[in-house]
């Protein structure tokens, strides 16, 4: 059999060359199309490292149980009584919790140089970053699920029905979605994983632990309430709460989705600026 190849006097193979020369290249993607591939990556992260889901399945069951059945009797009156007010308040604690790891991911990336290849690609440059996003609400939907159906174990009955139930996860999702783009910022001007872990548990223990997630704020004292009656997590809580018992009113729901459109306007394109201008 003849093996010899045609080479060239440059020494390069002609049938190589020829490939190369004639061959055309494949189109640019269009910003969504890349955006998914992104997002497609990011969801394989999670099936070949499933330990990063620990926080999103572990978590909402610990405090839902805890909560329910320590301090349930005492705050309530029984238990089942306190899992009506409490679950869509866990709801949305879990899932703005988990929102955290969108920063401490994106500043790994960072570390490892990874981002670098990223924008010397031919692509819509934001699409790593949108596409990370899309991909952190299958978490948010995997931790919403978790509790929900946790809660209808332990008792919880929602008065608006299933209809009211995937109409609060879709709200909390939007304002999940929107609060992200903060802690992408926040992972593209921090040094290290933890150092975003860390700012951002200073700004979400205060903001969740002083809302209505737990307790009435009538409870609290004048000057508590009024921060509780202007934090944003208090009026997620009352709008997710409100949908699933069927109280809700368009002011509720409109307040949320109007958050999240300014949070969405302020910080997505400050995260593409810090993206592009990342040394």
């Known amino acids: 059999m003849n093996t010899t190849s045609n080479t060239t006097k440059d020494?390069?193979?002609?049938?190589?060359?020829?490939?190369?020369?004639?061959?055309?290249?494949?189109?640019?993607?269009?910003?969504?199309?890349?955006?998914f591939v992104f997002a497609w990556r990011a969801i394989l992260k999670i099936k070949y490292v499933p330990e990063q889901l620990f926080d999103v399945t572990m978590f909402p069951i610990m405090f839902t149980l805890m909560f329910t059945y320590l301090f349930g009797g005492?705050?309530?009156?029984?238990?089942?009584?306190?899992?009506?007010?409490?679950?869509?308040?866990?709801?949305?604690?879990?899932?703005?919790?988990?929102?955290i790891y969108t920063g401490t991911a994106l500043n790994t990336d960072i570390s490892k140089g990874i981002f670098d290849r990223f924008r010397s690609l031919p692509i819509w440059s934001p699409s790593p970053l949108v596409g990370a996003l899309l991909a952190d609400t299958i978490r948010y939907t995997i931790a919403s699920s978790i509790v929900i159906v946790l809660g209808l174990i332990l008792g919880f009955r929602p008065s608006g029905g299933v209809i009211g139930v995937l109409l609060g996860v879709l709200l909390l999702l939007v304002f999940a979605f929107s609060l992200s783009w903060i802690f992408t910022s926040l992972g593209l001007v921090m040094r290290t994983p933890n150092a975003v872990m860390g700012v951002?548990?200073?700004?979400?223990?205060?903001?969740?632990?002083?809302?209505?997630?737990?307790?009435?704020?009538?409870?609290?004292p004048s000057w508590l309430q009024a921060?509780?009656?202007?934090?944003?997590?208090?009026?997620?809580?009352?709008?997710?709460?409100?949908?699933?018992?069927?109280?809700?009113?368009?002011?509720?729901?409109?307040?949320?989705l109007l958050s999240s459109l300014v949070i969405v306007v302020i910080f997505a394109?400050?995260?593409?600026?810090?993206?592009?201008?990342k040394k």
């Open 11 to 35: 020494g390069v193979d002609e049938a190589l060359r020829t490939a190369l020369s004639t061959r055309d290249r494949p189109p640019k993607a269009n910003g969504i199309t890349s955006s």
């Open 200 to 220: 951002s548990m200073v700004v979400l223990f205060p903001l969740t632990f002083g809302s209505n997630v737990f307790v009435d704020p009538e409870t609290m």
């Open 227 to 256: 921060f509780v009656e202007v934090n944003p997590i208090t009026l997620l809580v009352t709008a997710v709460r409100g949908l699933m018992q069927g109280t809700v009113t368009f002011e509720q729901i409109g307040v949320v």
């Open 74 to 99: 005492a705050l309530a009156g029984s238990p089942s009584e306190y899992l009506q007010f409490l679950l869509p308040g866990i709801l949305v604690q879990t899932v703005v919790f988990t929102s």
């Open 269 to 277: 394109p400050l995260t593409i600026y810090l993206y592009r201008n």
